[in-house]
């Protein structure tokens, strides 16, 4: 047993001299080459790909993270130089995910890195890239406090308090409410969006109250008992704060039991697969979102237009938010180079940058981002647009703290 | 409301019964808590998708899915189960473990080659909803009741008036004297696999149909509340499985509508599972008793 | 490969490594079928990241998430005396789900949104991964060697006794109830410490951290391995966490190969890779015989005692 311990114990001091000889090569490897950019710009992309029921989104992801380098690269790339996508599945494990963080945060080769992953992986990656001192851009993480792991770490995607304030107004102002039952996911995602949700309405002095109130975990498909509850309640609408599959079983049982009852849904529910499960009964849904499929802008039209051509299938908001990570990397790497230092500058310095996933504004201290939100409503399965709520008291995150 | 709760209670207790009526046959015989029966029910539903979308016929789906993923259970009871089951001194943890990696790549195949996205079956009952007095009927429920009313049916057939089914609760009662008195339980045990992954596929098939959507990770909530359920029954006693269901059902309706404790679904079966071990650790009706 | 990704690994293969000694203990050594190691490790996780948010020194806090655990150790140790093999197993995915449950809401666990932990100092280090392992392996050397003294003692073998038949067992005179408990504790509060150190190490933890497939993933270590040895759930626990990183250029197939390799394993070597009777590890020994032939052990003197026993006793089954 001894010797079992003893060898053990030998392994384990090996592999720690292994390794450090390794630290000081690769330190010495990349040293200056700061001020030309690299032939090959490598970006670091992590997703959580395997896990079945995360894969969905990690596809998504995946394919616009693709997409967005091969446009680049097929217009010119970033001054002539190739990008290069270092892709890597995080399983939906944040052990995993740390893994990756640190293969990603100190491999030199890669600049920067893009986060098309959920919160716990995000939260866990964000720290190790700050202490490593390399960028990153969290594409759609909702978790408030992956921004806060220091200056280099941005989210591109608005933070949920600032979705939820915007539903209270639009449930109050134009849904005119007055009985709401909120049927949300028991996540982050979830609670963030109700605490602002309920706050806002409490702030305005609105006259509408909430009658009903779930928490559904994320493995349940069954809405019966919920919705049965909200409308025997009386209310006059459903906020449903669910991912897309929750949203669209929401619609079913509110359509399939003949309630004439308005549900206003999220981000999570911009996804074509709403569309397809819900069917008819998706239309008359509206949703806070941050992507305008209306919109005319030219980013917009051609991202829509390249993803379904590439993959044949529609994209949707995780997708679109990859995307714009990625195109607000490209615009700081035209203009200052891969430094991390220049980029970080730059990006905090970015105003009124035209992604497909609205206009960015700007960001905030924080490094989380200032989008007016979109509310889209679904007609004739497709979503339109049905207003904007762009009030900078409203969307400014510094709000929010 | 108090009706429609009702109503909403009774189908997706139905849906439980009939989720986990598969496990629970085949605990009946190998003793094995087979968490790989919702990878079945999740081929299932992939099969029947696949199918139906083939042959435009619902019941061409459910007959040929039933029978292909029946046959896919006796090569795993034959190929993987009964080879350990064969060793002495199996710890009853690794034939779970088995289960568990079985699940897991049947999860991650089905990804792999069907796409991670959710497939429809859009299936048309040709109305909406029936409704009687203040209560809606769903008509995916209707066939959900019929269905499970008539798999229950043709269990407790097989079970008690065929040839097979005498070796069958021969074998559950006590496997070493059923072999002594020349009951073949190889038999009875492929009759388990048969019967136990046709359930579970016609159960996906069915739980497709309700929520519209079959996604990879559809088997994730059936492969452990299933455990619950069947433990809850009795282990390996069809008839206190229906009644588990039932009662994992009414308590996970009505404690979302009447209550908002934050207690998620998925641990009230198990709370509900707890206490009822510790008030009778021999599970509701008692180990084994016949349907 | 650079150093931040080894060590990465080599935290979490540490980590886990010590997880799966803890079960070990319980489902290794006392035979219970505990399938919810998790709840205990994430109460661990969330006792102690608690403390030190509230500014608690590290090392305290990896106590009282010993503690905490263990006691809920000690409640579960309770129940499982009156249940059975299978219904302890599902009692104890049970419980796993409804910490996960309890973790997801409660205010203090912070609720959906988790708690962040920062990195702890300790004598002037601040720890990173590479501390992190180092912390870890020599814990692990310390329960090694307790695990190695324990299986000596009287408590192994009464231990011992009640795998094997805890009628018998009981008929001898052992307080099978006492022993059994006191596995649990130990295992227990041993998984409340790994929670601690994994809380810490890994910076940010949430309920889906510690949820059933975790539980699942650490009896699998135990079973690839070896239950009931010491080299089983490390070896198992190293191999597990280092395959899907060494898969990882086929991220998209990881992890059927991962549950193709489970299930054969399985299939083929229940009694693990590494466990007593296994070929592989017979040969190993073999191996390591013919290198080094080396003295007769007590225990194979005993051995050839038993063999010359039993070719006595089947000659008297032949006379009856």
Redesign the interface.
Known sequence: MKKFLSILLILCMVFMFAACGGETNEGGEEGGGEAALPEVIKIGFFAPVSAPSAAADGLSSLNSAKLAVKLINENGGINGSTVELVDMDDGLDTTEAANIAEKLAYDDSVVAVVSGSYSGPTKVAAPIFQEAGKLMVSAYAVHPDVVNAGDLIFSQSFPGKLQGTAAAIYANDTLKAKKIAIISVDLDFGATQIEAFKAQLEKMGSDAEIVYEQAIAISDSDMSSAVTAAAAAGADLIYSVNYYEQAAQVLREVGQKGLDIPVLGTEGADSFELLNIAGEYANGLYITTNMNRDDQNAETQAYIENYEAEYGIQPDMVGASVYDAFQVLFAAMKEVGVDTQAMRDYIAGMQNFDTVTGTLIRYNEDGSAVKPVQIQLVTNGEYHSAGVIDDMEVIDPANYQ | ?FT??LM??L??GSVYALTAMGATLIYGIL?I?DIANAGAYLIGAYLGWYIYYGTGSIVLAFVLSIVAVGILGILIQK??YS??LA?PN?????????A???F??S??????IC????L?Y?FDFGV??I?IGPV?L?PAWILIFALTAVLLLILWIILNKTKLGLAWRATANDPEIAKVCGVNTNNAMALSYILGYGFAAAAGIMVGIL???I???LG??PS?KM??II?LGG?GNPLGTVLAGLIIGFT???L???T?I??????IA??V??IM??IK?E?LLGQKNKI | MNSSYLFSILATASIFTLLALSLNIITGYAGQAMMGIAAFFGIGAYTAAIITTHDGNFLLALLAAMIVSGVFGAVLGVISLRLQADFLAITTIGINFVMAAVFNSLKITGGTLGLTTSKPVIFGLKMNNMYFFIFTTILIVIVCLLITKMRHSWFGMALASIENDPGAARSFGINVSKYQILAFIIGTALAGLTGGIYSHRMGFISSTDFAFVVSIQIVSMCVIGGLGTLRGPIFGAVVLTVLPEVLRFADNYRELVYALLLVIMVRFMPEGLLGDDSPVWKFLVGLFRKIKPRKKTRADLIAEKAKAGEYELSGEGGQA
């Open positions: 409301m429609q709760q909403n209670a189908a997706i003793g808590l190929f993987i080879p350990i060793k199996t710890l009853s943890i690794i034939p779970l473990v088995a568990v990696g079985l897991t790549m999860s991650d195949l089905v990804r792999l796409g991670p996205y959710s429809s859009n909406t909803s409704k809606v769903v929520y519209n959507s996604t990879p990770a994730e909530v452990y455990l619950a433990v282990l996970e309706v009505f979302s509508a009447y908002s934050p207690i998620p679904k998925d641990a198990f709370v599972l707890i071990l510790l650790p599970g």
